[in-house]
């Protein structure tokens, strides 16, 4: 059995869901991503235009069974990436559940070659890119004791409807 460490960190950064995770090539050249989880819920004006049909991929004439995204042409493509976003994948949304798009970026680039990253730089890399999603669209609040999202929240992260619980 073959098998690879993979470490992961995970958290909320201004609201909006991140996951940073670390892990190596089989020469054991370290890679690192970050990726943010972009809810319906969360980006009310955004998100219908980044749910996106997959397109069959071809090779040559021959259909595959790969699907792709046109992310770039969404407010994805527009976010302050590390060299770009490289992963858009739907990891919510079947059977009427919430949608979720999980969307991320690597720093396997032949820039980061010879460059060390650490823990603070890739998070200082996600932070960079989740103010620009707020200030690229619209991104709600999620109040603490209902779950709804929301414009505003009081100082307990509650929202209006729950302020006095
Ligand atoms: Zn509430």
């Known amino acids: 059995m073959e098998h690879r460490e993979v470490k992961t960190w995970s958290g909320e950064y201004m609201g909006v869901p991140y996951e940073i995770r670390q892990w190596s090539f089989s020469d054991g ?12 819920l969360q980006l009310p004006d ?14 040559g004439d021959r259909m595959t069974k790969h699907v792709y995204y046109e992310y770039d042409k969404t407010i994805i493509g527009n976010l302050e990436w590390h060299c770009g976003c490289t992963y858009y994948d739907k990891v919510s949304g079947h059977d009427g559940a919430v949608k979720i798009v999980k969307a991320g970026c690597d720093y396997a680039h032949l820039w980061d070659e010879n460059r060390h990253y650490d823990l603070m730089e890739i998070e200082h890399g996600m932070m960079e890119c989740v103010e620009s999603l707020h200030n690229a669209t619209t991104v709600l609040k999620r109040c603490l004791y209902c779950g709804e999202y929301v414009t505003e929240l009081n100082e307990k992260n509650y929202c209006e409807g729950c302020k006095d619980k």
């Open 29 to 40: 050249r370290p890679v690192w991503n970050y990726y943010l989880f972009l809810n319906e």
């Open 46 to 59: 955004a998100f219908p235009k980044l749910w996106l049909r997959g397109k069959k991929l071809k090779l």
